[in-house]
């Protein structure tokens, strides 16, 4: 059974490409078509085993991207080489850019009241948390932009921790969504949050981690957790919302 949750926050291949652009630390007007690609794909992959909307539009940038590569790895004769001839990523960088500036100039005619009730949060630590690490090294969080593609990148994690063990295919679930979404609040209900990486722990089967990844996007959406993260690609913490 296929399951769909929509965020109001997952923008679009536009919005997956700087994500990665901005995790990789590239020069948004020289990207190394290669490398994004391939990261584009894996997460195309991710988003398609979640059945999160991959529509048309994501299609057609993969596909675009591939075309780009292709281009930007053939020989070019010598009397070509000498033209100025246009780079194959001068189009994708122009939206890049166009898309980032709407995107900057959106969050802040926004306001930030409005632009609070779509993000999640973050402290202001740059130091990551190790695996070691307790509930009280979280420290006091400010509000930054921790999006559903941060989110999509820990659970990818998973993932790829478990490696080929996980079946390639979402067969019938055990438990639903919903029971998992009651789960994971009464653990929560019990202290005073929960590292996104124990969601996961006793866990087995790509189905079972997918309907867990799922319950706590729906919750998110519901807004009845609130998200944290120590620093840049640091651990992610989770707090049930007001508690």
Do not use: C
Not at 25 to 32: F, G, K, L, S, T
Not at 43 to 56: K, Q, W
Not at 163 to 173: H, K, M, P, S
Request: charged fraction near 30%; charge should be negative.
């Amino acid at each position: 059974m296929a399951y769909q949750v929509k965020l109001e926050n997952f923008d679009g291949p536009l919005d997956l490409l700087l994500f990665l652009i901005q995790e990789n630390e590239i020069d948004i007007y020289d990207i190394p078509v290669a490398l994004i690609t391939g990261q584009y794909l894996e997460y195309i992959e991710v988003l398609t085993s979640l059945d999160l909307e991959v529509g048309g539009d994501f299609l057609l940038m993969a596909a675009t991207l591939v075309r780009i590569k292709a281009k930007m790895l053939l020989p070019r004769r010598l009397s070509e080489e000498e033209e100025n001839l246009e780079d194959p990523r001068e189009e994708l960088v122009r939206r890049l850019v166009e898309y980032r500036q709407f995107k900057e100039a959106a969050t802040v005619l926004g306001g930030h009241e409005d632009t609070q009730l779509d993000v999640f949060f973050r402290p202001v630590t740059d130091n990551y948390v190790d695996e070691e690490a307790s509930p009280e090294d979280i420290v006091e969080e400010i509000k930054l932009d921790l999006n559903l593609w941060d989110l999509i990148r820990a659970f990818k994690g998973v993932l790829d921790r478990e490696g080929d063990e996980l079946a390639r295919t979402i067969g019938r679930e055990s438990i639903t969504i919903e029971e998992k979404m009651d789960e994971i609040m009464f653990q929560l209900n019990s202290q005073e949050g929960l590292f996104f990486r124990d969601l996961f722990i006793g866990e087995t089967g790509r189905s079972i981690l997918v309907v867990t990844f799922l319950a706590l996007l729906e919750l998110i959406r519901q807004r009845q957790l609130e998200v944290q993260q120590s620093g840049t690609l640091g651990d992610i913490w989770l707090v049930q919302r007001g508690a």
